[in-house]
């Protein structure tokens, strides 16, 4: 059974600083494309950043420059590193992997980690 299991949500003030985690099983993230996504209440889920097993980054405009997407093959684990927090910020955040090669029949998701930023 592939799960992605997402950690490390929580409250912090704006300007603050959280790092989520990804723990996946069943899978080996090596071969597959991570992303990290967020959905706030009422809004269409985003793309927050990708991380492909070439180590290929992209951000979405509105995080570049305050988020850092890695990945740490051995621990089988993907990280966001948020740092300068804003409200806006707050959503869901869930963790996504996606087979680098059969990519439709093998897309997992995680169930998610609230993060809000507020004073």
């Known amino acids: 059974q592939v799960q992605l299991v997402e950690s490390g949500g929580g409250l912090v003030q704006p300007g603050g600083s959280l790092t989520l985690s990804c723990a996946a099983s069943g899978i080996r993230i090596n071969n597959y494309i991570m992303a990290w996504y967020r959905q706030a209440p009422g809004k269409q889920r985003e793309l927050v950043a990708v991380?492909?097993?070439?180590?290929?980054?992209n951000y979405a405009d509105s995080v570049k420059g305050r988020f850092t997407i890695s990945r740490d093959n051995a621990k089988n684990t993907m990280y966001l590193q948020m740092s300068s927090l804003k409200p806006e910020d707050t959503a869901v955040y869930y963790c996504?992997?996606?087979?680098?090669?059969?990519?439709?029949?093998?897309?997992?998701w995680g169930q998610g980690t609230q993060v809000t930023v507020s004073s």
């Open positions: 991380l492909t097993s070439g180590n290929t980054i």
């Open positions: 996504n992997a996606e087979h680098v090669i059969l990519r439709d029949a093998l897309n997992y």
